[in-house]
C-alpha cells in the first residue's frame, strides 16, 4: 500500500520545516488562528474524541478521551506536558518530527493546551536529544515573536507558553509519572496510580500528558477535520503512523502509512526494501522492545492496534525491529533483557531483582552453561514478577523473552547446549 | 562551578516552573558544563543556588546517566549497544574501541591520556542510522564501521576541547 504523508506536514512538503515561514507556507498555524476565539475548549475537545486519535506514545489510550477527564472547574492551574522521551529501543519517530517540524508539534501541543485550558506546556525531552531540544528552543523562540506563544495569543485572551525541559539519560523518565516526577526536579521514579495525572500530575495539578506524534497529529485534524483524520484506516484505531523501522533492513527509516492499510510484509519488503540477498525474516518486535516478538508467519498482519494484538503482540510505539536469520534469538533476547535491568529504576524488588536474574540466566544460555531447568527457573520468576511491580517496564522486559522462549524453543534449547557465538553483523558495507 | 554563576543561568528561566525545584536538572546539567563531571563542590554550588540540601542535589544527579558525579573523559564517546545497532554491528565497533583506547572490554572507561571515554549507551534514538555514536551530547551520528570508528577518536583526541561541556 502506498505511503500517505498527510499528516506530518514535513513529509506532505518533503523538506524540514524548520523555518516559521516554511511552516506557514506548508500550512502551518491555520488550525490555531481558526480555533482560538473561534471554537469553545469542549467543541476542541470533542472534535479530539472523534477524530478517535490513539495515543502514539506505546499504550494506545485515545487522546480526546484523556483530555475529558481534566476536571473542567480545577482551582489549580492545568498543564499539558508533550512526553519526547523517546527512549524505546527501535523508536526513532518523535526525532524526525522535532528536528524537520517542530513548529506543528508547538501548534499542536498549543491546540492541546487551549482544549484543556492550559497556562503552560512542558515538552520533556530526552537529555541525548540536545541537538533536537535546540531546535524546539529557536521554535519556541520565534513562534514567540510571531505571537503564536505568551500572553493574549492573537488577540483570543488565550495565554500560554511552552517550555522545553530537558532530561539527562534515563528510559525510564518515559513513563508518564516518572516524567512528572523528573520534570519536578527528582529522581525519575514512577508513582503509584491512582491518582492519575489527570488530576493530580505536574506540582499536584491536573495535567494532559500525550507523545510528540499523538500531539502534532493535531493541527491537521482542526484543518482537515475530524471526520477526515476518522475516515483513514480502521474504525477503532483510525489515523495514520509513524513506524521506525530498524536492524536487518536495507533502508532503514521512518514510514507514514495509514493503519490497517499496509501489512508488516509491505513495511519490510517495500517500503524498507526487505532484507540482503539470501536472508529470511527471522524475528520481528514489532512495536519497540517491549512487546512480544512475532516470526515470519505473521508477516501478511495488517499493521494497526487490533490486528497485532490479534496476534498476540501489540503496535507499541512502532518501533518496528526486524532481525534475520543470520540472527541469534537467545543473543537477542540477553541484549534486550540488559537493556531492562539497566533501566529499572530500582523502586520494586520484584522488577530490579527479576531483570538482573533474566540477564544473568540469559548470559549462561549464550555461554553454553544453560541447564534444562533454566527455562523452568526463567517461567517461575516471571510468574513473579509479572503484575506486581509499580509501572509496566517489568512486564515490558518480560514480554519479548516469555514470547522468544514460546515461538523459538528449539533455537534456546541448542543455544544451551552449545551457547552462540557472536554472528556475523550487518555492516554498513554491505547494505550496497 | 560557583553558585552564582549557576543563579545567573538559572534567573531567565525561574518563572517557567510553579516550583523552583524544577530548576535542579537546569542547574546540574548547567554546573557540569564547566569540568565534564560534577565535584561535590559543583553539586553544593547547586544546592545552595536552588535552595536544597546538598544529599539531596547529590541523589538526584546520581539517579541519571548523562550526569557524572566521577571524573571522565575531556569528550565521553557513547556507544550504542542495544538490540538495532547490535545487528548493525555495535559489539564490533565497541571492541575496537575498547581496544584501541586501551579500556577495559565490559565496563568501557578513560583512556590513560584522559582524554577519551568510552561507555556504552542503550539506544540512542538512531537505530536508522546503527551502529550509531554520540560524543558529549552532540548530533548522534552513524552508521560506523569499527574502523571509522577508531578515525573519529583518533580526530576527537586532536580536536580541541569544547569551551562548555553538555554532556
Ligand atoms: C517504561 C516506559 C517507558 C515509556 N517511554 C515512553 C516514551 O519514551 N515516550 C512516550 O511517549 N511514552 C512512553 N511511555 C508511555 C507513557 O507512560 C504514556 O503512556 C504516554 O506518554 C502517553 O502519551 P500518548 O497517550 O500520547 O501515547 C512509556 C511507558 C513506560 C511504562
Ligand atoms: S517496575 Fe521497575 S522501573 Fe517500574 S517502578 Fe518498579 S523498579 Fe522502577
Ligand atoms: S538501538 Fe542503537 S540507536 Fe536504537
Known amino acids: ?432 | 562551578m560557583d553558585a552564582d554563576r549557576i543563579r545567573a543561568h538559572l534567573d531567565p528561566i525561574r518563572h517557567e516552573f510553579a516550583d523552583p525545584r524544577s530548576l535542579v536538572m537546569p542547574a546540574l546539567k548547567f554546573a557540569q558544563t564547566e569540568k565534564g563531571h560534577l565535584t561535590r563542590e559543583d553539586m553544593a554550588a547547586v544546592a545552595e543556588a536552588t535552595g536544597y540540601s546538598p544529599s539531596f542535589i547529590e541523589s538526584v544527579a546520581s539517579f541519571y546517566d548523562r550526569l557524572y558525579t566521577r571524573p571522565v573523559g575531556n569528550r565521553v564517546v557513547s556507544v550504542c549497544v542495544t538490540l538495532s545497532c547490535m545487528l548493525r554491528g555495535a559489539d564490533e565497533v565497541w571492541d575496537a574501541l575498547c581496544e584501541h583506547e586501551g579500556v577495559d572490554h565490559h565496563h568501557g572507561g578513560t583512556s590513560a591520556d584522559g582524554r577519551i571515554t568510552i561507555q556504552e549507551a542503550q539506544c540512542l534514538g538512531y537505530c536508522d542510522k546503527g551502529a550509531c555514536i554520540q560524543v558529549d551530547a552532540e548530533e548522534t551520528k552513524g552508521p560506523y564501521t569499527p574502523e571509522e570508528a577508531v578515525k573519529l577518536v583518533e580526530e576527537l583526541r586532536e580536536a580541541p576541547t569544547p569551551a562548555e561541556l553538555w554532556r
Request: proline share 6%.
Open chain 1, 1 to 432: 500500500m502506498p505511503i500517505l504523508n498527510s499528516v506530518y506536514r514535513h513529509r506532505e512538503a518533503g523538506r524540514p520545516l524548520t523555518e516559521l515561514a516554511a511552516y506557514r507556507e506548508a500550512g502551518g498555524y491555520k488550525a490555531l488562528e481558526s480555533v482560538l476565539g473561534e471554537t469553545d475548549a469542549d467543541d476542541l475537545q470533542y472534535a479530539f474524541v472523534r477524530s478517535g486519535l490513539r495515543g502514539r506514545g506505546g499504550a494506545g489510550f485515545p487522546m480526546g478521551r484523556k483530555a475529558s477527564f481534566l476536571p473542567k472547574d480545577s482551582r489549580l492551574p492545568k498543564y499539558v506536558v508533550c512526553n519526547a522521551d523517546e527512549s524505546e529501543p527501535g523508536t526513532f519517530k518523535d526525532r524526525e518530527i522535532m528536528e524537520m517540524n517542530p513548529f506543528q508539534l508547538l501548534e499542536g501541543l498549543t491546540l492541546a493546551g487551549y482544549a484543556i485550558g492550559a497556562v503552560r506546556g512542558y515538552i520533556y525531552i530526552r537529555g541525548e536529544y540536545e541537538h533536537q531540544a535546540r531546535v524546539l528552543d529557536a521554535a519556541v523562540r520565534a513562534a514567540r515573536e510571531a505571537g503564536f506563544l505568551g500572553k493574549d495569543l492573537l488577540r483570543s485572551g488565550f495565554d500560554y507558553d511552552i517550555t522545553v525541559y530537558r532530561g539527562a539519560g534515563a528510559y525510564i523518565c518515559g513513563e508518564e509519572t516518572a516524567l512528572l516526577e523528573s520534570l519536578e526536579g527528582k529522581r525519575g521514579q514512577p508513582r503509584l496510580k491512582p491518582p492519575f495525572p489527570a488530576v493530580a500530575g505536574l506540582y499536584g495539578s491536573p495535567t494532559l500528558i500525550n507523545n510528540v506524534e499523538t500531539l502534532t497529529a493535531l493541527p491537521p485534524i482542526v484543518t482537515r477535520g475530524a471526520d477526515w483524520y476518522a475516515a483513514l484506516g480502521p474504525e477503532k484505531s483510525p489515523g495514520t503512523k509513524l513506524f521506525s523501522i530498524s536492524g536487518h533492513v536495507v533502508r532503514p527509516g521512518n514510514y507514514e502509512i495509514v493503519l490497517g492499510d499496509t501489512t508488516l510484509r509491505e513495511l519490510i519488503f517495500e517500503h524498507a526494501g526487505g532484507l540482503r540477498e539470501g536472508r529470511r525474516v527471522k524475528a520481528v518486535w514489532v512495536g519497540g522492545s517491549s512487546v512480544p516478538v512475532i516470526g515470519e508467519e505473521h508477516l501478511d498482519t495488517p499493521l494497526d492496534y487490533e490486528s497485532l494484538q490479534g496476534i498476540g503482540t501489540a503496535l507499541g510505539s512502532g518501533g518496528c525491529i526486524v532481525m534475520d536469520d543470520s540472527g541469534c534469538i537467545v543473543r537477542a533476547c540477553l541484549r534486550l533483557a540488559s537493556f531492562y535491568r539497566h533501566e529499572s529504576c530500582g523502586k520494586c524488588s520484584p522488577c530490579r531483582e527479576g531483570t538482573s536474574w533474566f540477564e544473568r540466566i540469559l548470559q549462561r544460555m549464550v555461554d553454553g552453561d544453560g541447564r534444562m531447568e533454566d527455562f523452568e527457573l526463567l517461567e517461575s520468576l516471571f510468574r513473579r514478577v509479572s503484575g506486581k511491580t509499580l509501572c509496566p517496564l517489568a512486564d515490558g522486559a518480560i514480554a519479548p523473552i516469555r514470547s522468544a522462549i514460546k515461538l523459538f524453543r528449539d533455537d534456546f534449547i541448542r543455544v544451551c547446549q552449545e551457547g552462540s557465538p557472536r554472528p556475523e553483523p550487518m555492516l554498513p558495507a554491505s547494505v550496497g
